[in-house]
């Protein structure tokens, strides 16, 4: 056969936020789509609409824009393959379901709700399979002409695929090899409801791949048990030589291992599950996302990547063009994947000390706007380059570097009593006048005239500085002094000086 174009799909539900397990899977199918040339699909399963969630849909490509997952075709991109909204493609669904029926790979089934639930009753472990089909309502055990009556009356009824039993079907997993399942313990799954005119998800999507001549299926390890009758399903419609190659993913755990990520989980640890910031328009609930908690898009990307994938060497932070050129599925884990959320922490350290300043000054301007604050840029990028190194969040900066940009009120009453000597107000006289006297106030030549003043006069180096920094900054943070001196400017660290003196003395 010739080698296929691969072609990939992200096919979500709109039935609420986007898990950060889903945008795992999408940045995989991305990754491997990118690697080999391939068009990433974006579909958008919708046959459920009981569980439509106004928003959800839009909310799901915003996530992508921000993340940087970008889609070849889809909903909202156009291409040749559409409708890709399943609500929109009911006529073509029902023309598969009646070539299952007129094959004899499916059977009308007219059960109701209780009737089934007598069985299940009646029978331990009822399973609606060819063991027990015989004995129920359906286009198997009732005359033709029953069927279209109940059919012509507006019975409702379901459409069920017809599983053979004892076969052993072989499902090649590119993560797991080989997995056999035995089809006697598969049940004749519904396939199709009259009453909404829509196929289940399990119709939907295998008709789908096939007519978007899908090459691959990288999805969650949950779809691994729906593996085989979706290969029957192929089967049944004589498309096995077309059948897209499998692959599921293993599961995101919660930190501590025991089972599957939740968002109760970020809510005990205080970590977010979904990438951007999601109101509940039922509930009215707001959930916190990666991109409102100063996460930046690259970090999360990284993070994401690593979790249940490992790139075969000791890099860790990885551009997505390196991602995309070292992916590769059989690299990822069979076991599920804890979801360690401070190495996400990380992460985002990284990618801020790699960030240009000017971009990280970019994105803490809104903050100091929030001070009040309005600063030249030159200063704000000067500023970040010296602080950014302290700070896992870009909102992290002000607490570190507002001195920068306003003058202490107060002075911290711990560090005054460690720091403040008995002769600090006299030094810091002598020491504004010194500054006041210095013609290059470059940090050089600062620290070279006071340093060469504090040789002369015999004083503690230690006890001048720390008065110093008191002085400008309040407190006994901040980095190296000349560099804050140097910033802040002569008039202004001479007033500051003067003003705590004042307040000190």
Same mark, same amino acid.
């Given at each position: 056969?010739?080698?296929? /174009?691969?072609?990939?799909?992200? @096919?979500?539900?709109?039935?609420?936020?986007?898990?950060?397990?889903?945008?795992?899977?999408?940045?995989?199918?991305?990754?491997?789509?990118?690697?080999?040339?391939?068009?990433?699909?974006?579909?958008?399963?919708?046959?459920?609409?009981?569980?439509?969630?106004?928003?959800?849909?839009?909310?799901?490509? &915003?996530?992508?824009?921000?993340?940087?997952?970008?889609?070849?075709?889809?909903?909202?991109?156009?291409?040749?393959?559409?409708?890709?909204?399943?609500?929109?493609?009911?006529?073509?669904?029902?023309?598969?379901?009646?070539?299952?029926?007129?094959?004899?790979?499916?059977?009308?089934?007219?059960?109701?709700?209780?009737?089934?639930?007598?069985?299940?009753?009646?029978?331990?472990?009822?399973?609606?399979?060819?063991?027990?089909?015989?004995?129920?309502?359906?286009?198997?055990?009732?005359?033709?002409? &029953?069927?279209?009556?109940?059919?012509?009356?507006?019975?409702?009824?379901?459409?069920?695929?017809?599983?053979?039993?004892?076969?052993?079907?072989?499902?090649?997993?590119?993560?797991?090899?080989?997995?056999?399942?035995?089809?006697?313990?598969?049940?004749d799954k519904v396939l199709?409801?009259?009453?909404?005119?829509?196929?289940?998800?399990?119709?939907?999507?295998?008709?789908?791949?096939?007519?978007?001549?899908?090459?691959?299926?990288?999805?969650?390890?949950?779809?691994?048990?729906?593996?085989?009758?979706?290969?029957?399903?192929?089967?049944?419609?004589?498309?096995?030589?077309?059948?897209?190659?499998?692959?599921?993913l293993p599961l995101l755990?919660?930190?501590?291992?025991?089972?599957?990520?939740? /968002?109760?989980?970020?809510?005990?640890?205080? =970590?977010?599950?979904?990438?951007?910031?999601?109101?509940?328009?039922?509930?009215?609930?707001?959930s916190s996302g990666y991109?409102?908690?100063?996460?930046?898009?690259?970090? %999360?990307?990284? =993070?994401?990547?690593?979790?249940?994938?490992?790139?075969?060497?000791?890099?860790?932070?990885?551009?997505?063009?390196?991602?995309?050129?070292? =992916?590769?599925?059989?690299?990822?884990? *069979?076991?599920?994947?804890?979801?360690?959320?401070?190495?996400?922490?990380? =992460?985002?350290?990284?990618?801020?000390?790699?960030?240009?300043?000017?971009?990280?000054?970019?994105?803490?301007?809104?903050?100091?706007?929030?001070?009040?604050?309005?600063?030249?840029?030159?200063?704000?990028?000067?500023?970040?380059?010296?602080?950014?190194?302290? %700070?896992?969040?870009?909102?992290?900066?002000?607490?570190?570097?507002?001195?920068?940009?306003?003058?202490?009120?107060?002075?911290?009453?711990?560090?005054?009593?460690?720091?403040? /000597?008995?002769?600090?107000? /006299?030094?810091?006289?002598?020491?504004?006048?010194?500054?006041?006297?210095?013609?290059?106030?470059?940090?050089?030549?600062?620290? *070279?005239?006071?340093?060469?003043?504090?040789?002369?006069?015999?004083?503690?180096?230690?006890?001048?500085?720390?008065?110093?920094?008191?002085?400008?900054?309040?407190?006994?943070?901040?980095?190296?002094?000349?560099?804050?001196?140097?910033?802040?400017?002569?008039?202004?660290?001479? @007033?500051?000086?003067?003003?705590?003196?004042?307040?000190?003395?």
């Open positions: 056969m010739a080698e296929r /174009k691969v072609r990939v799909r992200f @096919a979500p539900s709109p039935t609420g936020a986007l898990h950060i397990g889903g945008v795992r899977t999408a940045l995989y199918n991305y990754l491997f789509a990118r690697q080999h040339g391939g068009d990433l699909i974006f579909r958008i399963e919708d046959t459920d609409s009981n569980r439509f969630v106004p928003g959800a849909e839009e909310y799901i490509l &915003e996530s992508f824009k921000w993340l940087g997952i970008h889609f070849d075709e889809g909903v909202s991109f156009g291409g040749e393959h559409g409708p890709y909204r399943q609500s929109e493609r009911r006529e073509i669904y029902k023309k598969y379901v009646q070539i299952l029926l007129e094959n004899g790979k499916a059977y009308i089934a007219f059960d109701t709700p209780e009737e089934l639930d007598a069985k299940r009753a009646e029978i331990a472990n009822f399973q609606y399979d060819a063991s027990t089909r015989g004995m129920m309502r359906n286009s198997l055990t009732m005359p033709k002409e &029953e069927v279209d009556a109940l059919i012509a009356e507006g019975k409702q009824y379901v459409v069920r695929f017809k599983i053979e039993p004892n076969e052993d079907i072989h499902v090649n997993d590119l993560i797991r090899g080989e997995v056999v399942i035995n089809s006697s313990i598969l049940d199709y409801k009259s009453a909404d005119e829509l196929p289940t998800y399990h119709l939907a999507n295998i008709v789908d791949d096939h007519l978007m001549e899908v090459s691959h299926v990288i999805r969650g390890e949950e779809w691994l048990p729906s593996a085989p009758l979706h290969v029957l399903l192929y089967r049944a419609f004589g498309w096995e030589d077309t059948m897209p190659e499998f692959a599921h755990l919660k930190p501590e291992g025991n089972g599957k990520l939740s /968002k109760r989980d970020g809510d005990r640890l205080g =970590f977010p599950v979904f990438p951007l910031e999601w109101h509940d328009p039922k509930s009215g609930e707001i991109r409102e908690s100063g996460y930046l898009p690259e970090a %999360v990307i990284n =993070f994401l990547a690593l979790l249940g994938w490992n790139p075969g060497n000791d890099q860790e932070v990885m551009s997505m063009d390196e991602l995309i050129k070292l =992916f590769d599925l059989h690299r990822c884990s *069979k076991s599920g994947a804890k979801f360690d959320y401070k190495k996400g922490i990380w =992460f985002n350290h990284q990618y801020i000390q790699q960030k240009p300043n000017e971009e990280i000054a970019e994105l803490f301007l809104p903050f100091l706007k929030e001070q009040g604050v309005e600063a030249p840029f030159e200063k704000v990028v000067t500023v970040v380059g010296m602080m950014k190194d302290r %700070v896992s969040f870009i909102k992290e900066l002000w607490d570190v570097c507002s001195f920068f940009f306003v003058a202490p009120t107060e002075y911290d009453e711990k560090t005054v009593k460690k720091r403040w /000597k008995e002769d600090s107000a /006299k030094c810091m006289t002598e020491l504004a006048e010194v500054i006041a006297g210095i013609e290059d106030f470059s940090i050089e030549g600062q620290e *070279k005239v006071v340093m060469d003043w504090i040789a002369e006069k015999g004083y503690h180096t230690g006890n001048i500085m720390n008065a110093f920094r008191l002085t400008l900054v309040g407190e006994g943070k901040g980095p190296h002094m000349f560099d804050i001196s140097w910033v802040l400017g002569k008039e202004e660290t001479i @007033a500051r000086m003067k003003r705590a003196v004042e307040v000190l003395k």
